[in-house]
């Protein structure tokens, strides 16, 4: 995202806090304020035929009624066809410069959502589903562009033929203008009696959808397991639940977008009519001295009011949905889950010295610590491995280092400095993480290894993937490092993925390198080679190191034994398997080794 379009994502942040959603969209499109001048004069120019055309026919039909002349009724008719062709034109522009707001505005959203999650901790993504995510960034951000166009014609429209509507009843019988009124508190009222349930079910209807969009995202990333395990009907009767819930809010929802409509239309049209057949009879009877083209006048006006205002009633449920989505989006750009790097310090090298000073750390809602108070000291280039038994915090301990989640009392030093003080967007461009599930997007070899980096030249590219162990198999490819590797690297092997992984982050030269069970899923023969290609991008890096097979931690310079978020042992490989503790029971186990 470039620097210009960031900051138009702060301000989208700080509108959209406004916890009326109607008046944050105003303030929206009140973001470009010489475009939607341009389109709101065109619009006022171009819907003028709609409002001064019953007064051309009240004209012809009184110069016919009186016996007038040709040439009369001629220049009404050159009025009326200069007023209708400049409708065209008009429209253009209208277009042109509205949609062109309604767009940016949709661009502006998504951007500003892009940002705030990636300012969101790691706990807020752990919390809320990437699917529900998905669904507000893509669908609600549509809904908003949907009630921009679908309203704004309509509400533009509706006021302005009905200010020339009263406007020209003002000027030719002012004293039919206390009829019109009625039709005023009656469109109010039909408003007000059904917002509050619109809302209501609109709100539903759209929780139903993100947790529809939950479990078909569920159901997409689980279709091996559901396959291997023949569980394809459990998988189809939850997302079908999902589905089910979406109908019924969804039907719901639509049985009251009926009784607006139809509520409006009659009552509006029974005005219509009513209004018709008063004019009649004050022409007859003579109680207003109104002529039988101010009787059609009249009448079309007042048609042409109420079914402004029955436009306008139709509007309700598309921005009632709109709205909606302005509050879901809302969710996002207001949640207080931050993590907070701006103000604090940047970092322009990293030597790689890393203290934990009595760090523990409890997840909310948890009963007891994930670590608790732990100290260590890990010199530049040393290599300390975690080990310990599933729920013992190893993971924890690489996600404190990496800032993802915060200590709930000590501290983690960097190089001297307390990390709390540092901006860890800065920190985070010399470490490198290699995952147990190494992650990447639909795009080439080279786009993959190079993900963020500028002008990374071949030699440097060839150079990472060759000591990755990787360059052999890339040159075997069709394309080579130019090949698409498919979503989440689908066309590769996980051994294959494993080593561009490593690639990527020797590509980047990092200090600190953090792997996280980097072998556990792989054969023997694929982690053999990823083994050698994680010895090259160890070699003179601080490295953490979490793993199960403590066969390829033998290495390491010291080994941590975690048990319940507590050190119970530190040392080497060979050292902690003399002393028959924790670890020697571990390896023990995992060598086959009778106890």
């Not at 607006?260 to 018709?276: E, F, K, R, T």
Request: hydrophobic share 45%; glycine share 8%; net charge neutral.
């Amino acid at each position: 995202m470039t620097q210009k379009a960031f900051t138009g994502a702060i301000r989208i942040v700080n509108i959209t806090q406004n916890p009326r959603p109607a008046r944050a969209v105003l303030k929206l499109l009140a973001r470009r304020p010489g475009r939607m001048t341009i389109a709101i004069l065109a619009f006022a120019c171009k819907e003028i035929p709609l409002w001064f055309l019953p007064v051309v026919t009240a004209r012809i039909i009184d110069i016919v009624a009186t016996g007038g002349e040709v040439s009369t009724v001629l220049i009404w008719f050159s009025i009326a066809a200069v007023l209708l062709v400049q409708n065209y034109p008009m429209h253009i522009i209208y277009t042109r410069n509205f949609m062109t707001v309604v767009r940016d505005t949709g661009a502006d959203l998504r951007n500003a959502l892009a940002a705030r999650l990636q300012s969101l901790s790691i706990g807020y993504h752990t919390r809320v589903s990437s699917s529900i995510v998905q669904t507000k960034v893509v669908r609600d951000v549509e809904n908003i562009e949907l009630m921009l166009q679908q309203i704004t014609h309509p509400l533009l429209s509706s006021t302005m033929v009905m200010i020339g509507a009263i406007s020209m009843t003002a000027i030719t019988v002012p004293q039919f203008l206390p009829v019109y009124a009625l039709a005023v508190p009656i469109a109010i009222g039909i408003r007000h009696g059904l917002r509050n349930r619109s809302r209501e079910r609109n709100e539903v209807f759209r929780r139903e959808v993100e947790t529809l969009s939950a479990r078909v995202g569920e159901m997409a990333s689980l279709i091996p397991v559901t396959r291997a395990h023949g569980l394809e009907q459990t998988a189809v009767t939850r997302v079908a639940t999902g589905a089910d819930g979406v109908r019924r809010a969804g039907l719901r929802l639509d049985m009251l977008n009926g009784h607006v409509a139809s509520i409006s239309w009659v009552a509006m049209q029974l005005l219509g009519v009513g209004c018709l057949v008063l004019a009649a009879i004050f022409s007859l009877t003579g109680f207003l001295p109104i002529t039988p083209g101010e009787v059609v006048l009249l009448s079309t006006y007042f048609t042409l009011l109420t079914g402004g205002l029955t436009q306008l009633l139709m509007l309700i449920p598309v921005g009632a949905r709109g709205l909606e989505s302005v509050r879901s989006i809302s969710e996002v750009l207001q949640e207080p889950d931050l993590e907070l790097n701006e103000g604090k310090r940047a970092v322009d090298s990293v030597g790689g010295h890393l203290e934990l000073d009595h760090v523990s750390h409890r997840y909310p809602e948890a009963d007891r610590d994930a670590l608790r108070d732990i100290s260590l000291d890990i010199p530049p280039g040393e290599t300390v491995a975690f080990v310990g038994s599933s729920g013992s915090g190893k993971s924890t301990m690489l996600n404190i280092v990496l800032g993802f989640v915060r200590p709930s009392a000590g501290r983690i030093l960097l190089d001297g400095v307390d990390m709390q003080e540092l901006d860890l967007r800065t920190v985070r461009r010399s470490v490198s993480v290699v995952p147990q599930e190494s992650v990447l997007f639909e795009g080439t070899i080279r786009e993959n290894i190079a993900y963020g980096l500028d002008d990374v030249s071949d030699e440097r590219l060839r150079a990472a993937l060759r000591d990755a162990n990787a360059a052999e198999f890339v040159d075997r490819l069709p394309e080579g490092w130019d090949t698409v590797v498919g979503e989440r690297g689908a066309r590769l092997s996980g051994g294959q993925r494993q080593r561009l992984a490593i690639a990527r982050a020797l590509v980047r030269d990092p200090r600190i390198l953090l792997l996280d069970e980097a072998t556990s899923a792989l054969d023997p023969e694929s982690e053999q080679l990823v083994k050698e290609a994680l010895n090259r991008l160890m070699k003179g890096r601080t490295t953490l190191v979490v793993a199960h097979r403590l066969s390829t931690i033998r290495q390491a310079d010291r080994i941590v034994v975690l048990e319940h978020g507590e050190i119970v042992e530190v040392g080497s490989h060979d050292a902690l398997v003399q002393a028959a503790g924790r670890y020697a029971h571990l390896h023990a186990t995992q060598a086959g080794v009778p106890g």
